[in-house]
């Protein structure tokens, strides 16, 4: 008796910490944190987002017993747009979404254990937006975390359960907490299908979830709808049957989705259809759908990204095709750009549009989805990517024109201004396929509202929230400050292992996972090969993009485009990105660049072996399923991070001739079985 009795209990015990354990698959992201301790909060009477404010402050309360806090809506002119100001015991916001903010502010400082202090937070960019790239069939372009939250088609066609609206309100709410309002639903590569009745039913769902949590719906439109879902023969934008279709199209949408936020278009773009097919702008296009728009306050973010099949450097494409059409975009049109020239690279010196257009409001689009930063295999926090990318200084007005500033409506005073972060979103149980790309979507948010933050201070509050309760133990300090220090040097990690010294797009060809410095094709364009890119021969290796070169240097203004022209001031960093350099030259170090490029590779495996020492040490500071998907993920990592070394190295010895460095670790593959694992399309 006392046998069963003792198994019953253990039985229980398995349970209960079995429970625990679940509790902790990374579903619940930074939002960890309810409480019992009471509060008694008033609010400016009801609405559905000050009920929301009021709920959350009751569930997440870590500040004193018994506290009765206020929220009020107040004209104080020091808050600007849904900002909102922090009193010991009170919100004041000009809005009611500015309340929620506050809200969500408050709860994040009493469980970071900060002090009660009065401070105003205004958002840097009024419209914080995720773009998803999710297709209606429910897989995601560059998805790395299971299907679409939004779309399948297969698995159900559009009926809506009610997990899926549990999903979306769950979404929405892990956006607003960090201030993002804003999402587009559906791939830049744009299936016409979404503007029709079935689907647009779908997004007036999806948008009464999203709508109380202050997030607008926004879509992603194929130029060629009126043909592909109209009737109309063609799309010309200056037809004027064309633009009425798009013009009762836009009324279509708000009578069922009066909040409406607006279009993504990715036009004359790989392959995607858009004005130039009618021998029309990127204006002309535009332009036809701000004025649908207009009258309902929707506007149109045009996408930057485009490059076409020319002799013409790839990296030079957008700056030349936009930069004659600035001031021609009607007002409610905002240009999307890539933080950098080209894609996405793991390191990219910033786009010259967002220094180069005057009158045309430009907004910088990041890519939360690891692309080209190992999926959701690998740990690569790119807030610091992102903090680079915005304190870059472009000189558009002189010295301190950063990229932040150039965006966030400083420099050119106006409040029309956004910023997009491609998500990593899918359904996966913790949403983003490895824990630490929380961080990203995280981090992402925080920057937009304010896109000063230090990314060394989003980590701390991020590791806090997901990984550790209000109250520190010693072990906490301690994981705290190694995570932290894994964080802030992931990402040069990865720079370092894969394209150290500007090296770029050297990536496998389709799945951008793994090395293939090798590919080249003459079937298929060459800016889509890791050889146009590199450009390594006996001589030497880079990109001459100097005067004497494609002269992209010159569309960045002075004096930097004088300091990335020469080979001596240019930084290191973007070496390669701007110069052919002989295997010879010697770099600041004192070392030659095949000495240093070697060094550098094989700093960068270091680096990834170094965070899984320091993640081994921290067993038992939190949860055991965490910790163990951590740790595997990082082995796969450190094996993969062997194979860009090994790849790169041996593939560019064939070119320098030259020695790998004895003092460093030998290539532990041959350059064949290299190139045979990349190529297989299960390697990603
Ligand atoms: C990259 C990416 C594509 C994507 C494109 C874009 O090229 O590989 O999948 O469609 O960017 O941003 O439009």
Request: aromatic share 12%.
């Amino acid at each position: 008796m006392a046998y069963i009795k003792r198994m019953i209990i253990v039985a229980l015990l398995m349970l209960t910490q079995a429970t625990l354990l679940k509790a902790e698959d990374g579903q619940a992201l930074w939002l960890r944190g309810n409480s019992n301790i009471k509060v008694t909060v008033s609010g400016p009477g009801h609405s559905p987002v000050v009920d929301l404010a009021i709920a959350e402050l009751k569930r997440g309360w870590h500040g004193k017993p018994d506290m009765v806090l206020n929220l009020r809506i107040s004209d104080n002119p020091a808050i600007k747009g849904d900002g909102f100001q922090l009193e010991e015991s009170a919100i004041s916001a000009r809005t009611e979404l500015g309340l929620l903010y506050g809200a969500y502010e408050l709860l994040r400082s009493q469980y970071l254990g900060s002090p009660a202090r009065r401070f105003v937070s205004n958002p840097s960019y009024s419209r914080r937006i995720l773009n998803h790239w999710d297709n209606l069939d429910g897989s995601i372009e560059r998805g790395y975390a299971g299907r679409s939250i939004f779309w399948g088609e297969k698995e159900n066609g559009l009926s809506i359960t009610e997990q899926d609206k549990e999903k979306w309100t769950a979404y929405a709410r892990a956006n607003a907490s960090i201030g993002i309002n804003g999402s587009v639903l559906n791939n830049v590569n744009a299936s016409a299908k979404i503007l029709s009745k079935p689907y647009l039913e779908k997004v007036r769902a999806i948008a009464e979830r999203l709508r109380p949590y202050g997030i607008k719906t926004y879509l992603s439109v194929n130029f060629s709808s009126p043909v592909l879902i109209g009737k109309l023969k063609k799309a010309d934008p200056l037809d004027p049957q064309v633009q009425q279709w798009w013009k009762d199209k836009v009324k279509e949408i708000y009578a069922l989705i009066p909040d409406f936020g607006g279009f993504l278009v990715k036009a004359n773009s790989e392959g995607q259809p858009g004005p130039q097919d009618y021998g029309r702008t990127h204006v002309d296009g535009a332009n036809m759908m701000a004025d649908a728009l207009e009258p309902f306050g929707g506007i149109v973010m045009w996408r930057a990204f485009v490059y076409n099949p020319s002799p013409e450097d790839r990296t030079k494409q957008a700056y030349k095709e936009f930069l004659p059409l600035d001031g021609a975009f009607r007002k409610n049109v905002i240009l999307q750009v890539k933080n950098g020239p080209l894609d996405f690279q793991p390191r990219e010196p910033f786009s010259p549009l967002f220094g180069g257009m005057t009158k045309t409001p430009v907004m910088p689009e990041f890519q939360i989805t690891q692309e080209y930063l190992g999926g959701s295999k690998q740990l690569v926090f790119l807030s610091t990517l992102w903090e680079e990318c915005l304190n870059n200084d472009t000189f558009k007005n002189g010295k301190g024109s950063t990229v932040a500033a150039c965006t966030d409506g400083s420099l050119s005073k106006t409040d029309f201004t956004a910023i997009a972060g491609v998500a990593n979103i899918g359904n996966d149980v913790n949403w983003t396929g490895h824990t630490f790309a929380q961080a990203n979507w995280y981090a992402f948010g925080r920057l937009a509202w304010n896109n000063k933050l230090e990314s060394k201070v989003i980590a701390a509050e991020w590791i806090k929230q997901t990984f550790l309760d209000s109250k520190e133990k010693k072990t906490d300090a301690k994981f705290a400050k190694t995570v932290q220090g894994i964080m802030m040097e992931s990402r040069e990690a990865a720079v370092d292992y894969m394209m150290p010294l500007g090296l770029h797009h050297i990536f496998a060809e389709g799945h951008h996972y793994g090395p293939a410095p090798w590919f080249s094709n003459d079937k298929i364009r060459a800016d889509w090969t890791s050889v146009y890119y590199h450009k390594a021969d006996e001589q030497g290796i880079g990109f001459d993009r100097t005067r004497n070169g494609s002269d992209a240097v010159d569309q960045y203004h002075e004096p930097l485009s004088s300091k990335l022209n020469s080979l001596s001031t240019c930084p290191e960093i973007y070496l390669l990105w701007f110069h052919h350099v002989p295997w010879s030259y010697r770099l600041k170090s004192g070392n030659d660049l095949w000495t240093e490029l070697c060094l550098r590779y094989d700093r960068g495996v270091n680096k990834v072996r170094s965070f899984q020492k320091d993640w081994d040490r921290m067993d038992g500071a939190i949860d055991k399923e965490r910790f163990q998907e951590v740790q595997s993920k990082l082995r796969t990592q450190s094996r993969d991070a062997q194979i860009w070394k090994d790849a790169c190295l041996l593939y560019f010895q064939q070119f320098s001739k030259r020695e790998i460095p004895f003092d460093i670790e030998r290539p532990v593959h041959d350059l064949q079985s290299l190139k045979e694992l990349t190529k297989s399309r299960d390697y990603n």
